[in-house]
T-cell receptor, first 112, second 111 residues
């Protein structure tokens, strides 16, 4: 009965590869996010999706592309992976009128 | 630009002591503040929140204090337990804007 679930939890891949991280929420929320957490634990917003429409893209390289087939899912595709992409990526969601963000467990991406 | 920051990156306490984690914010328009707890290997979890029209809010063993005059909020944890060891984040937001997170404070509880 996990509220926000993301897969895979761990991903090790080589530079130049293309990979995807999937996210699903069963909370009925209409806004979903992707955050990147660096080695110093800083959480930075990457994307925000509201009712399947991208409303914010925080200057993330276009190698990163969010895709939302429906409002319960927000997947993250990354093309031509670089070493600097190594981080923990968190999916999150909230209601449009609410303030509390619910996070997934994170996906640890290591690019070698 | 506006930012949210924390005074102490690491806080070490003895089990049973009270812990106080501080956070400074700079956006005077922020009207909602949240504390999150992130345990090792997990995602941040909501602990407690407070709106700008309040000065204090209490939960179970946790209290958040908001001082709008100096743009400061704190998280107090009573009778700290080993299970409280984690990274704590404050976040601030205004209306429907995306919350901005501070850098986090690592709380270490020694038995």
């Amino acid at each position: 009965d996990t509220a926000v679930s993301q897969t895979p939890k761990y991903l090790v891949t080589q530079m130049g590869n293309d990979k995807s991280i999937k996210c699903e929420q069963n909370l009925g929320h209409d806004t979903m996010y992707w955050y990147k957490q660096d080695s110093k634990k800083f959480l930075k917003i990457m994307f925000s999706y509201n009712n399947k429409e991208l409303i914010i893209n925080e200057t993330v390289p276009n190698r990163f592309s969010p895709k939302s087939p429906d409002k319960a899912h927000l997947n993250l595709h990354i093309n031509s992976l670089e070493l600097g992409d190594s981080a923990v990526y968190f999916c999150a969601s909230r209601t449009t009128t609410g303030n509390t963000i619910y996070f997934g467990e994170g996906s640890w991406l290591t690019v070698v | 630009g506006e930012s949210v920051g924390l005074h102490l990156p690491t806080l070490s306490v003895q089990e049973g002591d009270n812990s106080i984690i501080n956070c400074a914010y700079s956006n005077s328009a922020s009207d909602y503040f949240i504390w999150y707890k992130q345990e090792s290997g997990k995602g941040p979890q909501f602990i407690i929140d407070i709106r700008s029209n309040m000065d204090k809010r209490q939960g179970q063993r946790v209290t958040v204090l908001l001082n709008k005059t100096v743009k400061h909020l704190s998280l107090q944890i009573a009778a700290t337990q080993p299970g409280d060891s984690a990274v704590y984040f404050c976040a601030e937001t205004r209306g429907s804007y995306i919350p901005t997170f501070g850098r986090g404070t690592s709380l270490i509880v020694h038995p």
